[in-house]
């Protein structure tokens, strides 16, 4: 498979005419490539040490607006700058942009040159730099669902994004005659991630008219958060070159079901996978199981990572393959975790709380941090739940809104424990103004509903 490319092959490549553009990007707040387009020389010779950008970048919304509250940046200390510190090791190809080759950064201070501990990169390394000093490697996979559209991006937003029409007409699950007619935009993604060593498996049909699904092979978590996040970004690139549009958003329409992003994990050892045990229940060692409990037991503190905002627990209904419960089940898609390669040296844990609009980062660090918390602590997982895990009345509730997933991750001793206060109080900000600006708007429901009979 094709992959990342060593500087000195970027530089030979220059010198030979064939990549004249560098993109040079940092992962933002919200899980988006942010950054300059360089012109390959002055990459090569001077800008591959580092650059700069506005340190706002890491203290907007997804409209770009600087909210105030955070102890990061603001008005008030001016509004500084931010290192990007290219990290020459994820060099790739950009095979759908002409002459192109992008690297993903490091954010680090201006003056001290200490990594920005709020930087989503930086957040994940500290979580798989824990589990390292506990002896282990992390390895994820994450399943990326998205809508297509039948029409562009630009003219959708000149209509108020209203009349949105997927580029199917019916549930398209697994359907081959459907997703043949949707391979102007599926299949260059699948070619293209490809060649910039993205280890792409498959896309498919998903439960509704115009959804889709992307697989990526497992990876190491950090390199997994990187896949993703290009991938995402490829989807949206490639769509528009297609004149469609594709969208992240977990619940466009009240009607359809919505779009996740489920997490694979496991523990390694060097190269055995240290959460299966032949002879135990399930396939599933010791470690496996305090690992799991840690997720279970922590879902609540973690899950405004996993669904940042108002939105995204739209998604949270019954029969709708939407977690609504934190426990697990063996390979059941109602409960919020699922044990998948039952009895398999493959035995591993699916979070099924995720949503399509998740930072991976963000997400994959916060349960790791709960996993490391259960193996520290010996916690017990309960038995697996049976049946149709929406009716367990016993069962823990995931938070169902983004208010009540900000108090949890406030209140969250475990996390600000792993991650740091300032890192926990920075998302805790961003959280609290997509409520508040949430709050703010009358919906078209509101006035629906009461501009005459109210």
């Not at 809104?401 to 406030?410: D, G, I, K, P, W």
Request: contains cysteine; hydrophobic residues 40%.
């Amino acid at each position: 498979m094709p992959g990342t490319l060593s500087f000195d092959d970027l530089s030979a490549r220059v010198l030979e005419g064939s990549i004249d553009t560098v993109l040079v990007c940092l992962v933002d707040m919200q899980g988006r490539l942010m950054g300059k387009r360089f012109h390959a020389a002055n990459f090569i010779e001077h800008s591959h040490a580092e650059t700069h950008c506005c340190n706002y970048l890491l203290a907007t919304d997804l409209e770009m607006a600087t909210p105030d509250g955070y102890a990061a940046t603001s008005w008030q200390s001016g509004y500084g700058d931010y290192v990007m510190k290219p990290d020459l090791s994820t060099i790739r190809p950009m095979p759908w942009l002409e002459g192109t080759v992008m690297v993903l950064c490091d954010v680090l201070d201006h003056h001290t040159h200490e990594a920005v501990p709020h930087d989503p990169r930086a957040v994940l390394k500290k979580q798989i730099a824990r589990l390292e000093g506990l002896g282990f490697t992390a390895m994820m996979a994450t399943e990326l669902e998205f809508f297509l559209f039948e029409r562009s991006f630009d003219d959708l937003r000149r209509d108020g994004y209203r009349d949105l029409v997927p580029i199917s007409g019916y549930n398209e699950d697994y359907n081959i005659l459907q997703t043949t007619k949707e391979e102007a935009v599926m299949r260059p993604l699948r070619n293209h991630l490809y060649a910039a060593g993205i280890p792409v498996e498959n896309t498919k049909g998903e439960a509704e008219a115009g959804q889709e699904e992307l697989n990526i092979r497992y990876a190491e978590a950090l390199a997994c958060a990187d896949h993703h996040t290009i991938a995402k970004h490829a989807v949206k690139e490639i769509a528009w070159q297609q004149g469609r549009a594709a969208t992240f958003l977990p619940k466009w329409d009240p009607a359809r079901v919505g779009s996740s992003s489920h997490v694979h994990q496991s523990l390694w050892q060097g190269d055995a996978p240290a959460f299966y045990d032949k002879g135990a229940d399930h396939g599933m060692s010791d470690l496996m199981t305090r690992y799991m409990a840690g997720l279970i037991a922590y879902a609540p503190d973690y899950t405004a990572f996993l669904a940042p905002y108002v939105n995204s627990y739209k998604r949270f209904l019954k029969g709708t393959f939407a977690p609504t419960k934190t426990v697990w089940s063996v390979d059941n898609r109602t409960a919020g975790f699922r044990l998948c390669g039952e009895g398999t040296k493959g035995v591993r844990v699916e979070c099924r709380i995720g949503g399509s609009d998740m930072n991976p980062y963000l997400a994959q660090a916060a349960m790791l941090a709960a996993g490391i918390k259960g193996i520290e602590d010996g916690l017990e997982l309960a038995a697996p739940t049976r049946g149709d895990v929406y009716d367990e009345a016993a069962a823990t509730e995931i938070p169902r809104t983004l208010r009540a997933a900000t108090e949890t991750l406030r209140g969250s001793k475990m996390l600000r424990d792993a991650m740091g206060d300032d890192v926990i109080d920075h998302y805790t900000r961003a959280a609290e103004w997509e409520q508040d600006e949430f709050d703010k708007a009358v919906t078209d429901w509101e006035i629906a509903r009461g501009f005459e009979r109210a």
